[in-house]
């Protein structure tokens, strides 16, 4: 593959700034098991305020937080109502069974967005079936193509959710994006949520981590359930460096991700691929392509990296690390 290649596979390729690299070799660290890396420290209040919740966990990945925030909010032989397609379910390979002991009752989300009234009928309460112990969603909606769930959908979900007395959580791995689509600020988005997890490691650009966010009783569970998984990090301020940094700079950046990501929806629709463009609404684009890994392997040969996600699915993730030259270059390869 050319080595001056255009890295479209995910937003999680980006590599870490200079700035960042400065900062993580100069980053104040102490031993964050003992709760002692100031760095880490910062970032957790930081987010935990940006995010308006009492408490917050920096973890090494985002599959993390969530399987963490499943841990926490549920018991052994609980079902979690979530989304068809989402992340906790198709790309965490079978935690949520293999670490809780929990399954997944998958309600429609067209465009990524479940219906309130089917989250409500989804509820199970009946002596003859597994209970729901916790409520998920996911925005953006990877799967569905980088969607936005409305703030007056999430709202009338976290309503069910206090009706039945479940706990929801957020796999909030690019909310930065739902909330910079929406024109709302993280908070917002945050608002109807027990629990969030926020990547820093996507759009936003940091090399690693993301981190939970939620109440102090959850967040002590929480920080058992992290270690058990091997997540308790020591000198760890090396990478919450970047994460500030991320966090800084990153959500003002998205919405050019989102121009050009449109805009490379266009071409491929008009060089006749099929492409859903009401589902192109972030930095995410998918492609309806028969023999896809054939297609992903010969665009790469001409230094274009997309990823082929099903048979016949391509998806193209644009990131800050894209400018527009660098689009130009990969239209054209699209367009041979
Ligand atoms: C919605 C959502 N929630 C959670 C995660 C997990 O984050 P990491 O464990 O990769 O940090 C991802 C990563 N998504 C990755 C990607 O998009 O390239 C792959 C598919 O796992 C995600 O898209």
């Known amino acids: 593959v050319p080595s001056n290649r255009i890295d479209l596979r995910s937003d999680t390729v980006t590599v870490p700034t200079p700035e960042m690299r400065l900062a993580m070799a100069e980053a104040v660290v102490g031993d964050d098991v003992y709760g002692e890396d100031p760095t880490v420290n910062t970032l957790q209040q930081t987010v935990a305020e940006l995010l308006g919740k009492e408490a917050a966990l920096f973890m090494p990945s985002g599959s993390m937080t969530n399987q963490v925030a499943i841990a926490m909010h ?7 109502i979530c989304a068809e397609g989402s992340h906790i379910y198709e790309w965490e390979l079978g935690m949520m069974a293999a670490f809780s002991g929990v399954v997944p009752r998958f309600v429609p989300a067209p465009l990524g967005i479940p219906d309130p009234q089917q989250v409500r009928r989804a509820v199970r309460r009946s002596i003859h079936q597994s209970p729901t112990g916790l409520i998920s969603l996911e925005n953006t909606h990877n799967k569905m193509g980088g969607t936005v769930i409305p ?28 909330a910079a689509a929406l024109g709302v600020s993280l908070k917002e988005v945050a608002a109807p949520f027990h629990s969030v997890s926020l990547c820093l490691s996507k759009g936003l650009g940091a090399p690693v981590g993301s981190v939970l966010a939620g109440s102090k009783a959850d967040l002590v569970r929480a920080h058992r359930y992290r270690k058990m998984l091997g997540g308790g990090m020591r000198q760890a301020g ?3 460096a970047a994460g500030l940094l991320a966090l800084r700079d990153g959500p003002a950046r998205l919405k050019a991700d989102h121009v050009r990501a449109r805009r490379l929806a266009e071409t491929l629709v008009e060089a006749g691929y099929d492409v859903n463009l009401d589902a192109v609404q972030t930095n995410i684009v998918y492609a309806t ?7 992903v392997s010969a665009w790469a040969e001409q230094g274009l990296l997309a990823s082929a996600l099903d048979v016949d699915s391509v998806r193209f993730v644009l990131h800050y690390q894209i400018d527009d030259e660098m689009l130009e270059r990969a239209l054209r390869v699209l367009r041979a």
């Open 74 to 80: 549920t018991s052994r032989g609980q079902e979690v």
């Open 151 to 178: 703030l007056d959908v999430m709202h009338a979900i976290r309503a069910v959710a206090d009706e039945e007395g479940l706990p929801l959580h957020l796999d909030g791995a690019r909310m930065a994006n739902a």
């Open 238 to 240: 090396v990478l919450a």
């Open 289 to 295: 392509i028969p023999g896809a890994q054939q297609k």
